[in-house]
């Protein structure tokens, strides 16, 4: 079994956090690999819903999302009903059609500033990829191209006020940092574990790293 099936395991054991669905964020800097890891996660956990942050936000609310994902994904979710969302089209920058995201007995919620205060109270567990901002927008850069500079030079303003007014990474259950094949897994600043414990402190969980 490997960590991401450990991984998968613990959080499963969790106990609900939104009507009956552990809904568990995946935040950090952009460029982090974020996305990367939940698309794995997901994977572990036999095709668990992904709802991805981008979705919501747009050019002109980079981080004024909130209320829109709990009318159309937390307060469905909490009623253990099937929530209905519009994902925003970056290019067309408008909304598309309703996309559905079932009450399944995890999703996951990916995209920076998932761990948010207005939504920590929702969530089973608040993972945080363990990598500096620097090098995450670097890499972000790298990816997108220079096509995507002048977004990515606001970007990065925006991304530094909100995690300035609103931290994420104080309160993560579980640091992820990226190595050579897999994930460490890292108590978050909050947890006392010990050092092979790396999703633990509630119900026992535990994997090794």
């Known amino acids: 079994m490997d960590d991401l099936d450990r991984a998968a395991r613990a959080l499963r054991r969790l106990p609900p956090s939104l009507g ?16 990367t890891l939940a698309r794995r996660l997901a994977t572990a956990l036999g095709g668990a819903p992904v709802l991805r942050l981008d979705d919501l936000a747009t050019h002109e609310e980079l981080f004024a999302w909130t209320d829109r994902l709990r009318a159309q994904v937390l307060e469905p979710l909490e009623r253990g009903e099937t929530a209905r969302y519009h994902p925003y089209d970056w290019n067309l920058r408008s909304f598309g059609a309703a996309r559905a995201l079932p009450p399944a007995p995890v999703v ?6 998932s761990g948010r ?11 945080w990829m363990e990598r500096p901002a620097g090098a995450s927008w670097e890499r972000g850069r790298h990816r997108d191209g220079p096509e995507q500079a002048e977004f990515w030079d606001g970007w ?21 940092r990226e190595r050579g094949e ?28």
């Open 117 to 127: 205060r207005e939504l920590r109270p929702h969530l089973a567990w608040l993972l």
């Open 182 to 209: 897999g994930y460490a897994w890292l108590p978050g600043p909050t947890v006392t574990a010990g050092a092979d414990q790396i999703i633990t402190h509630r119900d026992g969980l535990m994997a090794v790293d």
């Open 20 to 35: 009956p669905v552990r809904l568990i964020a995946v935040d950090g800097h952009a460029g982090s690999g974020k996305s």
């Open 108 to 113: 996951l919620v990916e995209g920076v500033g």
């Open 156 to 176: 990065v303003v925006a991304e530094t006020r909100h995690f300035a007014e609103d931290p994420s990474r104080p309160f993560a259950d579980t640091l992820v």
